[in-house]
Each structure stands twice: as structure tokens, then as C-alpha cells.
């Protein structure tokens, strides 16, 4: 998957209600494609490349991994302790990630 694609499945799938109580920066570390930030403010989002200098969690992985934790295809506990994702700040906005971008549009 390149990032065009990773950024378009996140768009896709984000939730507006379920996050419309959240004001948090995701930075996303993923192997096979370059950095993202996922800034999510009152129900809206905007994803840049890069990084950002004091997100409010981090998460490094990959694609395929990513994606199935947004999916529910894979447990996120399961997923920290097998170190397929590691998690660096709030990790209760980590755990988040599956309602926020829980819609099965993609």
C-alpha cells in the first residue's frame, strides 16, 4: 500500500461522532511508507506528512498492521506485546484508533 492509498483508507473510514470529543495529534511511524500526523480536532481531521514536533501519541508499525488494528482484524493489546506496534505517549488515544476510524465504508 503506498501513502496516497494508506491516506485515502483513513479518510474514508474516519468517524466524525465518535470523535467529536477529541483534540489529539497521532504521529504515525510506519515502515513502509514515509511519516504522517493525523491531527484530530472536534470531529475533524487532517492528515500531513512528516512529523510533528509534540504529538500526543505516537505509533510505530506498518501499513497492513495499522490497518487491520482501524479494522478490528487485530487486538491491540495482542498487537503491543507481540511488538508488532509500539506505542509512545497517551496510549488510551492509541487504543482509540478503532472507533475513531471505525466506519466499514473501505
Do not use: C, W
Request: net charge negative; hydrophobic share 40%; proline share 3%.
Amino acid at each position: 500500500m503506498d501513502d496516497e492509498q494508506l491516506i485515502a483508507k483513513l479518510r474514508a473510514r474516519f468517524d466524525t461522532n465518535a470523535a467529536e470529543s477529541v483534540s489529539a495529534i497521532y504521529q504515525f511511524d510506519l515502515d513502509d511508507v514515509d511519516d504522517y500526523y493525523m491531527t484530530i480536532d472536534q470531529g475533524s481531521l487532517d492528515i500531513q506528512a512528516g512529523r510533528h514536533p509534540e504529538p500526543s501519541v505516537t505509533i510505530s508499525s506498518d501499513t497492513t498492521t495499522l490497518m487491520k488494528l482501524v479494522r478490528k482484524e487485530l487486538n491491540a493489546m495482542q498487537a503491543l506485546l507481540t511488538g508488532k506496534v509500539k506505542v509512545k505517549g497517551d496510549i488510551g488515544l492509541a487504543s482509540r484508533l478503532p472507533k475513531l476510524f471505525g466506519k466499514s465504508s473501505v
